[in-house]
């Protein structure tokens, strides 16, 4: 196993986004099938017992996503995994699925290897309970995973589904965030790469950020970290685009909705390391 740079545009402030390619499997979503039995062929059908009333979420839950969306991740991992592993009753499905989408998306900042059964788990969880919230979560663990992988295709399609999902939601809002760091990876191709492959990239990349900003607007607790990321990836396209205006007004911006936060030192060096290679004046700050 090895660790990975916990952020795709942290690694790109000094290199573009690298590219190896993984193969993955989704896993089965645990349906029953049955048959007809009478050996006339008939297709056969999913069925599933509808899933009991679920408990009421954990408050530790809640701090877990925190954490992690804050750049904390070590300490996500640690408040989320309990839950994920010691919740696997019945009516503890969705508690369960949702910290398995997010231990992934910590585990995938750290030792990528790790987060693949914690997605497929929450996978698994979201469909079995049909909850937009907790399919929003797996898809962005997977996405997550597959990100750190450098499987971009694959991820580009997890993180549209996961904001398809849960719009105007904190998930959906941060899977915006990170299929903008996926359009950013393709838009360079691989590490080797010095000069854009797909300049058009960067402009999807600049609109997931921008969709994730106004999506941070109805998501009232992580409201300030959402936003702090979103800036911080439309200061990381306009480098690439050579707009300085635009580059230090949104990396001034992220570094202020991230102390807001409380975000981790690590991601406050990102938006901060931008402003200081671009010679932003603080003087001009917006």
Request: aromatic content about 4%; hydrophobic content about 40%.
């Amino acid at each position: 196993m090895k660790p990975i740079v916990p952020s795709l545009i942290a690694l790109l402030l000094v290199a573009p986004a690298c590219g190896k390619k993984t193969e993955t499997t989704t896993p089965d979503d645990g349906a029953a099938t049955v048959t007809d039995g009478g050996g006339d062929g008939a297709t056969e059908e999913p069925t599933a017992e509808p899933p009991p009333p679920q408990d009421p979420d954990p408050a530790e839950l809640g701090t877990g996503v925190h954490q992690v969306l804050t750049g904390h991740y070590e300490e996500g991992i640690a408040t989320l995994d309990p839950i994920y592993t010691g919740m696997r009753e019945p009516n503890q499905s969705r508690a369960s699925g949702l910290a398995g989408g997010w231990l992934a998306v910590a585990h995938s900042q750290i030792v990528f290897e790790n987060a693949d059964a914690p997605a497929a788990h929450a996978l698994e969880m979201g469909g079995k309970l049909q909850d937009p919230e907790v399919d929003a979560v797996a898809k962005l663990g997977r996405g997550a995973f597959l990100l750190a992988q450098e499987d971009y295709e694959a991820a580009k399609q997890a993180f549209e589904a996961a904001a398809a999902a849960a719009p105007d939601s904190a998930p959906g809002a941060y899977a915006l965030i990170l299929h903008g760091e996926t359009m950013i990876g393709t838009a360079f191709g691989s590490a080797s790469n010095t000069q854009l492959e797909k300049p058009e990239d960067l402009d999807a990349a600049k609109a997931s950020y921008e969709a994730a900003a106004k999506a941070a607007e109805g998501s009232a607790a992580e409201r300030d970290i959402l936003l702090g990321r979103a800036k911080e990836g439309l200061a990381a396209v306009a480098k690439y685009q050579r707009d300085q205006e635009t580059l230090c007004s949104n990396a001034y911006a992220s570094v202020d909705h991230y102390k807001a936060a409380g975000a981790s030192t690590f991601l406050l060096d990102g938006p901060a390391r931008l402003a200081t290679d671009a010679k932003c004046d603080k003087k001009k700050k917006k």
